[in-house]
């Protein structure tokens, strides 16, 4: 890899996007992502930048793929600088967007669809069902995750998600979710059969997984965590919860609009490069 | 700015933005709900808002949205 670097700190990276918010670079981007989280890509030298007058562009090296970033002034500067990436890129790596629909001038969708493939897409659904709170009666058999769950929840998670578009959390991060964030798993005989994972911020929920172990499924585990979850987040300050699901997964969708989740008609695309 | 209230309630009507100084800050806003403010402003004001001023900042508070929208000449 030539042209990109390295950068080492949540710090020096949100100077060069303070620096780059205030600048054309702007025009163009897909920075929706939370770069806190990235605390030990970052020790690990698995951030990268390339910055050229056209745009700020971000790699981030994940295990066996790379996730791209990017904010452009134009889109021929997209288009220039894109070319010299591709050419420079020595793993797949994936670009997620947003459909052109959202913001017209945006022409971005298009063009990326000419480089990359669509691996997949997701819909937004959101709930704030106040009334899933009520006649809740707490499951004893959920409980808080701790560390020691964690290569237990990898393993149901790489049986399950996708690593390309479902984004598996690994082992900080999984820490980093289990510190801060709410983590229920339920155990039988000490191995995790279900685990959900959800981040909060403020008034709002962001549902992130859900999984049963093979096994266990079709017993209700999964509507008991849901139930639970809804009842735990919306007994405090949250007001709604958020998710991402795949627009394929018909099951899925229908699964989260029974426990009160509708379909808020937002979209967003995983395209890929290299596969 | 009874209007822009509207809008957002329309975005987010479990929310109450009158009382709230950063939408952001406090979870009630993110970057999906803003491309739909954005789509939503634009039809309801008839002007088209710059991708340069596609920045959170301009969004976070009934204040901030007002003067983005005076910029493009419309008056609440």
Known sequence: ?????????????????????????????????????????????????????????????????????????????????????????????????????????????????????????????????????????????????????????????????????????????????????????????????ACLIATIKGATSQFQYITINDEYQNRGYGSIMMKEYLYDIYKDYVKRSLLWVKSNNTSAIKYYSKHGFKNEGLHKTIMIYGV | MDIIVKILQNIRPEFNFEDTVDFFKEGMLDSFDMLSLISDLEKEFDIKINGMDIIPENFNSLSSIKDLLKKYGVII
Not at chain 1, 11 to 18: F, G, W
Not at chain 1, 43 to 70: M, V
Request: aromatic share 16%; glycine share 2%.
């Open chain 1, 1 to 193: 890899m030539k042209i990109f670097t390295p950068i080492n700190s949540y710090s020096d990276l949100k100077n060069e996007l303070d620096y780059v918010k205030h600048n054309p670079y702007t025009f163009l981007n897909n920075l929706f992502v939370d770069y806190t989280l990235w605390e030990n890509a970052f020790d690990e030298g698995r951030i990268l930048i390339y910055k050229t007058n056209n745009a700020l562009w971000i790699l981030k090296r994940n295990n066996g793929f790379c996730d791209l970033f990017y904010s452009c002034s134009d889109l021929e500067g997209f288009k220039h600088d894109l070319v010299i990436i591709l050419d420079d890129l020595d793993q797949p790596t994936i670009v997620t967007t947003f459909y052109k629909e959202l913001i017209d001038e945006v022409k971005e969708f298009e063009y990326i669809t000419t480089n990359f493939k669509i691996y997949s897409t997701f819909n937004r659904m959101s709930n704030s069902n106040f009334d899933s709170i009520k006649e809740h009666i707490p499951n004893n058999q959920i409980k808080q995750a701790n560390y020691e769950d964690i290569p237990q929840i990898q393993c149901l998670f790489n049986k399950v998600f996708d690593k390309y578009d479902d984004k598996i959390p690994d082992n900080n991060l999984l820490k980093h979710y289990i510190k801060n964030e709410y983590v229920r798993v339920i155990r039988n005989d000490d191995k995790v059969i």
